[in-house]
């Protein structure tokens, strides 16, 4: 299923991860989507002695149809969090031109 999976095998990072053997490389989610739940995400991280999130161990979105999965039944999460954000926490955005949006 194409529009779930694929693997882009000219990309000069790939594989940006440790493939599984015998296991479909799926390039869909190149940055992860559920990066920003922390440790809700689901996935094999760690935190940089900076306190960074380091995804560089996680498979899990890259897992062929079954990570495409996982990120489809937890997006609503990402989405959640955004909802909970206060206005007065959102910064302007500025365009090109330097004028507020």
Known sequence: ?????????????????????????????????????????GGDFTYTSSGIKDCSPCTLPHEGEEGWQHVMRNIGKVAEKARQKQPEDIKPYRNANDRMV
């Open 1 to 41: 299923m194409s529009e779930k999976c694929f693997t882009n095998k000219s990309c000069p990072y790939y594989p940006c991860h440790v493939e599984t053997e015998g296991q479909k490389y799926n390039c869909m989610f190149c940055f992860c989507p559920l990066y920003t739940l922390g440790e809700e995400c």
